[in-house]
């Protein structure tokens, strides 16, 4: 099936593909998206949404302890960061979303990241579902969710559940782990395989079993509070339920899709590269707030009986502290090269390439490293001081909870040396790495 991109105009193939347990999605409607807007994306300077994060920042570090105590975020923190406008970054403009540019969002997600790990997590995470609801939902669902206010979607986009299909929708059931600050949504994004007649129901283009993200009222299912663990405490990530729970199909959208069904250009970047983005600047904003709080430890008497000397530490520590802050710098750079070029195809309405997405996945792997070992230095540098209730402990927990995730994996790194190497004409990137490129997609 053919239409026309109406950002573009130029005709597109409606494709469809999966992989993995992941249906993808490249497709744009022959009927014009509904309030769509090609407006451009706010790239090349900072603007009011960096400094309004930077403005806060000192408010919500005084939140942090209370946070993690609470296992999620207290009501200052949560009031703070939605009357700032944070949960409205990534949303659709005919929404009230702003659509900011990547590299601006990423700018926001360090800052909050370094004020307070798990704020910015719960910023980061609910932005890539709040995003891609807003942008990829059929007209008349989004409407049924944003038409009283961007509300905060939370969860796992995992195909955990299972759907059975059920006239015009969905019988949803399934357990997700680790759904990034579901206690603190109105709606949830989940993702789950599609069953028709007991079975697996398959793309009639492809033969691959079909998957979809169902956006469900967070009322309708069971919070099961087990989010007993080392870091990122206060993001109130718990496991959570649903059990038969109908779905009207207009709740659901294919969690690949990189073309609206309202919005403009951002929405061409896709789950795929909004999730990195938010993990990237989480990296970001945990080391320099790992490397802030040792350099404050080094100027105050107070750092003995540590191994920092009273006057900012000695040769050995000065040596590793120097090192950490320019491979951070380093890792950042990266960072911002490879976002900045992102935004900038986003910008002038072209899709983003292979390569581009190679570089981003390979600059959030590498900057995950990176803060990591960071905030071990910064850990063993201050000694038996980094072991008591501190920002910097909770650095060091929340760093290395972020390291765990699946999309930080070292394991990308393959894929990426794979079209590095030149390896990968044939192949384009899905959430979890690199897949064929099927037969019959067509560039859009």
Known sequence: MRGVDPTLGQPVARCFWAKDGYLLLSWIEENPMPNASAEKLNIGQSSNWVDRAREIAPELRMHGEANEAAGRLTPPSLDLLSKSGFFTMLAARPFGGAEVGPTEVLEVYETLCEADAAAGWVVMASNVAIGSASGYLPPEGARKVFGGGIPIIAGNGGPFGRADVDGKGFRLSGRWSYGSGVLHSQWLHSGGRVFENGKPRLNPLTGQPEVRTFIVPTQQATMLGNWDVVGLRATGSVDYELTDVFVPEEFTHFPDANVPQQGGNLFRLGI????????????????????????????????????????????????????????????RALCYEVWHDISNTLNE???????????????????????????????????????????????????????QHRLVSNSFARDCAQD???????KIWAIRGLIDRPADLRPL
């Open 272 to 331: 795929v590269g909004m999730s990195p983005l938010g993990h990237t600047g989480a990296a970001l904003g945990i080391a320099r707030r790992a490397l802030s709080e040792l350099a404050a430890l080094a100027e105050s008497p107070d750092g003995r009986p540590s191994r920092l000397a009273i006057q900012g530490g000695d040769d050995q520590f000065q040596e590793n502290y120097g090192l950490a802050e320019g491979q951070l710098r380093a890792a």
């Open 349 to 403: 309405g072209n899709p983003v390439q292979t390569r581009q997405y190679t570089l981003a996945r390979l600059a959030l792997v590498h900057v995950t490293n990176t803060a990591t070992d960071i905030c071990v230095f910064a850990h063993k540098a201050a000694g038996g001081i980094s072991i008591r209730n501190t920002a910097l402990q909770r650095c060091f927990r929340d760093m290395f909870t972020a390291s």
């Open 420 to 426: 590095l190497l030149g390896q990968a004409s044939d």
